[in-house]
């Protein structure tokens, strides 16, 4: 996305178009995500009242296996002298993470999931 995210671009762009519908096929599905400011917006919010939400630890990133896909990838973007330049070679990347290393965070997420709960609040190891 360009500019910034809002809780209503967010509702409007990702969720209303594309997260609702998805969820609507899936009964019984929970959705997940984080406590970033356009997610917990009310807007946001009023959003997913109809739909069954994950309950997410205030400030903890730690259960996110794909905050930690997105941080190997940071590191191997190229200079780019373009906004289209960027967004060929981060979906490039996206394209080619090697499926070890997504298998090895989802295998992770017993652990996160026990090290959050050990660190309450706080943070952890991930």
Known sequence: ?????????????IRRPHVGPFLNGLPGAIFQQDNARPHTARVAQDFLRHFQTLPWPTRS???SFVEHAWDQLKWQVPSCHSVHDLELAVQDLWTHLPQDNIRCLINSMPDRLTACIAAGVGPTRY
């Open 1 to 13: 996305m360009r500019g910034t995210l809002t809780g209503q671009r967010y509702v409007d762009d």
């Open 61 to 63: 990133p730690d259960l």
